[in-house]
């Protein structure tokens, strides 16, 4: 979708119709301040300060979903086939209430594709992001909020089975053809096309692996930015932004937390941790061999998604990588793991 076919930013909504979107959630008298939010990045962001009848004072997020509220970058690089604006509205709403994993809670929202409304009111959460600790226990607490996501029953109708993403081999394909064409294009590392056959048999195998493992509920975007640490003396982690949650292996989204220059021991770690709250749940017992060939598939197209981005975009310098080699590296291990043959993950 272009960004004149998406047109000019909407109005922002009044306190009013904002009021009125809170109303489920309890008795709110005014919005005492309201202000663009400092860390939105793909969609507008304003944080609520309001009044409710009983004196109480709450900091909300308000989030605007609608296709006119992508933010430029966003707008500029985002490919168009991620973006469905009823899916972080449907997720909240159908998905994460009450299930444990320490989410912002739902104070509103709206879901109204003819008014062109896809509006959230999120408890705002102070804290910073997980890639800015390197506290091992808040990792693990991740690897664990990430196992208890992946027992969540898979919606099969309504809103939400509607709304999530599907992460199959069609999806995974796709991100190696779009790699290639920006590399054609020359809006990427012309070694792309001198690996594109070493590249095209890992996708294939690494999505052969991901297809026998088990369909579960995945956030799509598990990377530590979008991974909060609550402040304060009992410390938890929140995942935000589940604009691209959906359906497919558990590992796509464990290879996002563990992605990164980490030791061996310390992947290790936050993958047992996985298992562990995995089996404290009633799943199967893990094979550790199994998980680990999962996510080096998951490594190999996550690294090759990036690849594939957009035409024209980079990461920002505190994320950028060498995505080719990643995604060599994450076969190689793949690979030695026992690659496709290695039989399914089962569990993940």
């Not at 693990?140 to 990430?146: F, I, S, V």
């Not at 709304?163 to 070694?191: E, P």
């Not at 088990?214 to 598990?222: A, E, Q, W």
Request: charged share 25%; proline share 7%; net charge negative.
């Amino acid at each position: 979708m272009t960004a004149e076919a998406r047109g000019p930013h909407p109005p922002r909504p009044s306190d009013a119709e904002l009021l009125a979107l809170l109303a489920a959630s309890g008795s709110p008298v005014a919005i005492r301040d309201r202000r663009p939010c400092a860390y939105s990045t793909s969609f507008a962001l304003e944080e609520l300060d309001v009044l409710w009848a009983d004196g109480r004072r709450r900091r909300l997020v308000f989030k605007d979903l609608g296709p006119n509220a992508l933010l430029a970058e966003a707008r500029d690089h985002r490919p168009a086939f991620l973006y469905d604006p009823r899916r972080e509205v449907t997720v909240y709403r159908h998905v994460l209430e009450g299930r444990g994993l320490g989410t912002a809670e739902l104070f509103g929202s709206a879901l109204d594709p003819a008014g062109g409304r896809y509006w959230l009111a999120l408890e705002h959460v102070a804290g910073g992001q997980l890639r800015h600790t390197d506290d091992p226990a808040l990792w693990d607490a991740a690897a664990r909020c990430l196992a208890r996501l992946h027992s969540i029953p898979v919606p099969t109708q309504g809103d939400a089975s509607a709304a999530l993403a599907r992460y199959d081999a069609a999806y995974f394909g796709r991100w190696l053809d779009r790699a290639i064409a920006r590399a054609r294009s020359g809006s990427a590392d012309d070694t792309v096309l001198s690996s594109a056959d070493t590249l095209r048999r890992a996708v294939a195998g690494a999505a052969a692996v991901l297809a026998a493992d088990r369909p579960v509920v995945v956030h799509g975007d598990f990377y530590p930015a979008n991974v909060l640490v609550r402040s304060g003396a009992a410390a938890a982690v929140c995942p935000i932004d589940w604009e691209l949650a959906g359906v497919g292996p558990g590992a796509v989204d464990l290879a996002a937390l563990v992605a990164g220059e980490w030791a061996d021991a310390d992947r290790d770690r936050m993958l047992s941790a996985y298992a562990d709250e995995a089996a404290r749940l009633g799943r199967p017992p893990a094979d550790p061999r199994a998980l680990r060939r999962s996510v080096a598939a998951a490594r190999v197209v996550a690294a090759v998604q990036w690849l594939g981005w957009a035409h024209g975009w980079s990461a920002p310098p505190d994320q950028s990588r060498d995505w080719l080699r990643d995604a060599l590296s994450a076969a190689a291990v793949l690979d030695a793991e026992g690659g496709a043959a290695g039989g399914p993950g089962g569990w993940t």
